[in-house]
């Protein structure tokens, strides 16, 4: 069909008559071809993912994108991803009766966090750089994946972490617990500063450290966006309920996993794969799980994801 469709053209066909009988006769070649999907598809996943790395999409490969097309769950983490991830040291509280003012407790949690990798970590140097507060040089560092830090600063040893920390080390802040609550509904993390009483030989708060991280302007539409695809979005996160339950609210997110170790969020991906979803919202299935992250604390919960 493909030579007769060239003898024709070329013999009765408008000029340029060589031409127009090639380009018909690759054409009745390829559609007749039983290899033109084959072909046809790898070229389109070409394209596609050509067009993707333009707009700054990464697609690993065609399996990728076949599975992309199942989600029904996204899971995101907050810090970063959520939010703008650029936040502010908003909040410096030192706690009476100890000796410490703000500009003191500044930069001991700044020089403990000058060696973090964390963005909120970031937000606490910074507001110290602004300060014109001298940074310490530590000793014997020590991150702790989810809880905080702990360093040698002089003769003292320091921690600044969550409340996770806190009761780890068996250090009470129950009288401080009021203001925590407050500052943790306005959205905000808190951070607790620890110093080691060389006489008692135990731990003592001494200050509070409150740092906000806005929600992205893109987040809202795009949680809407999922849903309105009948995906259910899910927010997973290290951080406190308060602060966690705050930004979801925000965002539109109904459910929330919050102050998750970074080895518990491998274990929810998991259940979440497991589950089976309520027929009357999301009834797609069989589940297939997504995740978005970023940083190490995530790398767990991102393999295991669909």
Known sequence: MAIATFVFWYDFGPSPALLFALLNMVAVLIIACPCAMGLATPTAIMVGTG???QQGILIKNAES??????????????????TKGTPEATDILPLQPTNYNLQTILQLAASLEKGSEHSLAEAIVKKAEKENIK???????????????????????VLFGNKRLMDKEKISYKEVQEQINILEEAGKTVMLLASHNLQSKTYNLIGLIAVADTLKDSAKQGIAALKNMNIEPVMITGDNEK???????????????????????????????????????????????????????????LAAAD
């Open 51 to 53: 067009k993707g790395a």
């Open 65 to 82: 994108l076949e599975i992309a097309n199942k989600i029904n769950i996204v899971v995101f983490d907050k810090t970063g991803t959520l």
């Open 243 to 301: 602060t966690a339950q705050a930004i979801a609210r925000q965002a539109g997110i109904e459910k929330v996993y919050a102050e998750v170790l970074p080895e518990e969020k491998e274990k929810i991906i998991r259940q979440l794969q497991k589950k089976s979803l309520q027929p009357t919202t999301y009834n797609l299935k069989p589940t297939i799980v997504a995740m978005v992250g970023d940083g190490i604390n995530d790398a767990p919960a």
């Open 135 to 157: 940074l310490a040089t530590v000793h014997n560092f020590k991150a702790i994946a989810g809880h905080g830090i702990i360093g040698t600063i002089g003769k003292q040893k």
